[in-house]
């Protein structure tokens, strides 16, 4: 079992940046592929990136590649996702989801852990 806490939302204006964490508790963090998620009011819950449970690969979605940065430090049990050149189409509820497994992957049906999410919210 693996619990998956999120911060590090909140208000900010287009063009600035935030990093989210989530601290995860549990055994056996680092044999975790972790992936951040997000789901924005009246759409479906989208990939956004993820990374492999040594941290040496990671994967992004084509709306987010060259603007967020995933990271993991599995000594702290802690992902983040450093997000620069924000864009107010980046608003929404943004999760960290965790499967067990080597390889970074996209799709949301494979992760079995989930957080709660963090607001994130990129005024024009």
């Known amino acids: 079992q693996v619990q998956l806490v999120e911060s590090g939302g909140g208000l900010v204006q287009a063009g600035g940046s935030l990093r989210l964490s989530c601290a995860a508790s549990?055994?056996?963090?680092?044999?975790?592929?972790m992936g951040w998620f997000r789901q924005a009011p009246g759409k479906e819950r989208e990939f956004v990136a993820a990374?492999?449970?040594?941290?040496?690969?990671?994967y992004y979605s084509d709306s987010v590649k060259g603007r967020f940065t995933i990271s993991r430090d599995n000594a702290k049990n802690t992902v983040y996702l450093r997000m620069n050149s924000l864009k107010p189409e980046d608003t929404a509820v943004y999760y960290c989801?965790?499967?067990?497994?080597?390889?970074?992957?996209?799709?949301?049906?494979?992760?079995?852990?989930w957080g709660q999410g963090t607001q994130v919210t990129v005024s024009s």
């Open positions: 990374i492999s449970a040594s941290g040496g690969i990671d």
């Open positions: 989801a965790a499967k067990v497994g080597y390889y970074p992957t996209e799709s949301s049906n494979e992760y079995d852990y």
């Open positions: 549990g055994r056996s963090f680092s044999s975790y592929v």
